[in-house]
């Protein structure tokens, strides 16, 4: 039986999310979820659900749960903010300075995804995680994916922009290795925070792990269509492998 489409009532109450159909006339099979970077909230994902127009996917921006502290504005996925030096340069700081570092421990954040995946897009929706469920995120939002999938339940892939496997996950701790979520890692070719050491730590953990790098410097959410359109074949390839040549991505 094919899934149905979830709309906001499935949701918890505190639940800040948006929800985009796929396009008309086509059927539904996978839900994608996506997740901002620290200090966010989900108006800029959710236009960007928008602008993609995916077949066979409905895809939703969802909200982290917890504010961030000191009247700082928006929302993070780690259990408590976290500074730290930043050891590979992707922030332009100097190597004294201490900033505001994605890495947490995300056992909240574990939690919000998982129930919302197993009672609103398993129980309700009738959505498989393993088969048909994606998490896209940036920053923190794309540690939280990855965290979930290591850590919790398999998904169908991850895709991470910026965001690496959590200090907090450790292989040697997961019992069902490898896990069979498909992954990718994206970042710019320079001063970006997707390095090789850690592109290893995820191939440890994930039975299929691929690195994608932007023509950029840094990490940040792709800017037009020569940066998207890796990501776009990456999804179409799970959403209709059978027609990616008449859509022109080969």
């Excluded at 954040?109 to 959505?127: A, H, M, N, P, T």
């Amino acid at each position: 039986m094919a899934p149905s489409l979830p709309t906001t009532a499935d949701f918890p109450c505190d639940c800040v999310v948006s929800i985009t159909p796929p396009p008309a006339g086509t059927d539904l099979t996978h839900a994608i979820l996506l997740l901002h970077g620290i200090g966010d909230r989900i108006d800029p994902f959710t236009i960007l659900a928008t602008r993609m127009n995916l077949p066979r996917a409905v895809i939703i921006a969802l909200q982290a749960p917890k504010p961030m502290p000191f009247d700082l504005g928006g929302f993070q996925w780690g259990n408590d903010i976290v500074f730290s030096k930043d050891l590979t340069s992707a922030s332009g700081s100097s190597d004294d300075d201490e900033i505001l570092s994605p890495d947490a421990e995300f056992s909240t954040s574990r939690k919000f995804l998982g129930d919302i995946i197993e009672q609103v897009l398993e129980k309700k929706c009738g959505f498989i995680a393993a088969k048909n469920v994606i998490l896209w995120g940036y920053g923190q939002g794309g540690m939280a994916a990855l965290d979930i999938a290591a850590c919790r339940m398999n998904l169908c892939s991850v895709i991470s922009v910026g965001g690496w496997l959590p200090s907090c996950v450790r292989a040697r701790e997961i019992i069902d290795l490898p896990r069979t979520t498909s992954v990718l890692l994206c970042g710019g070719e320079t001063n970006s925070n997707i390095t090789d050491e850690r592109v290893k730590q995820a191939e440890e953990i994930f039975k299929e792990c691929r690195r994608l790098k932007f023509p950029m410097k840094g990490d940040f959410m792709p800017r037009n269509k020569e940066e998207i359109s890796p990501i776009l074949r990456f999804l179409l390839r799970i959403l209709i492998p059978d027609e990616l040549e008449k859509r022109g991505y080969t």
